[in-house]
């Protein structure tokens, strides 16, 4: 079965850049129409979606965030990837990446999910 | 599209029905919702999609139901492993919103 792991730095100081890294396990990236997601939910708080891509490269991005972020997919290595630039204590958050899966041609529903990992935004 | 999910908190039994409302903004296509439990330290874990279909391996005391901007999970017996946290979402509008969630405690 598909798993995803999470990994990066725990700690980005502001003005920095916040990297991530999701790598996929138990089936290719490439197979089948997946929204390949990132999530993040700020402490005690509900989630927001922060964007998506496809194995081809395609992406979209949260309409609050795009001008800060790059998501990528690197089908060699079975993993997608997260950059969010110029970050804040507003940016401390657990964040996800998810397998979102298609629905009538649009983005449905995410499973599963990784583990999380808490990003903490501070000098 | 805003979800607004009520009660914030929960408090019942085990053994008794809960009932979980999320109420969106503007309308919702009733398939266009799904429901997630998420535990203390844990990623969410898909409950129900297209509002009503249960995914793999969550028992059938889990269902959703609802249609234009109210939905609801309805959890007919909890058992001790159902006091979690609850959230939805919608996306039939881009982009796909949660709910801020439910939290369902022991009484």
């Known amino acids: 079965q598909v798993q995803l792991q999470e990994s990066g730095p725990g700690l980005v100081k502001p003005s920095q850049t916040l990297s991530l890294t999701c790598t996929v396990s138990?089936?290719?990236?490439?197979?089948?129409?997946?929204?390949w997601s990132w999530i993040r939910q700020h402490p005690g708080k509900g989630l927001e979606l922060i964007g998506y891509?496809?194995?081809?490269?395609?992406?979209y991005y949260n309409p609050s965030l795009k001008s800060r972020l790059t998501i990528s997919v690197d089908t060699s290595k079975n993993l997608f990837s997260l950059k969010l630039s110029s970050v804040t204590a507003a940016d401390t958050a657990v964040y996800y990446c998810?397998?979102?899966?298609?629905?009538?041609?649009?983005?449905?529903?995410?499973?599963?999910w990784g583990q999380g990992t808490l990003v903490t935004v501070s000098s | 599209i805003v979800l607004t999910q009520s009660p914030g908190t929960l408090s019942l039994s085990p053994g008794e029905r809960a009932t979980l409302s999320c109420r969106a903004s503007q309308s919702v296509s009733s398939s266009y919702v799904a429901w997630y439990q998420q535990k203390a330290g844990q990623a969410p874990r898909l409950l129900i999609y297209g509002a009503s279909s249960r995914a793999t391996g969550i028992p059938d005391r889990f269902t959703g139901s609802g249609s234009g901007t109210d939905f609801t999970l309805t959890i007919s017996r909890l058992e001790p492993e159902d006091f979690a946290l609850y959230y939805c979402?919608?996306?039939?509008?881009?982009?796909?919103?949660f709910g801020q969630g439910t939290k369902v405690v022991i009484k």
């Open positions: 891509t496809f194995y081809s490269g395609s992406t």
């Open positions: 998810a397998r979102g899966w298609s629905y009538y041609g649009s983005l449905g529903w995410f499973d599963p």
């Open positions: 138990g089936g290719s990236i490439s197979s089948g129409i997946y929204y």
């Open positions: 979402q919608q996306f039939g509008s881009s982009p796909c919103t």
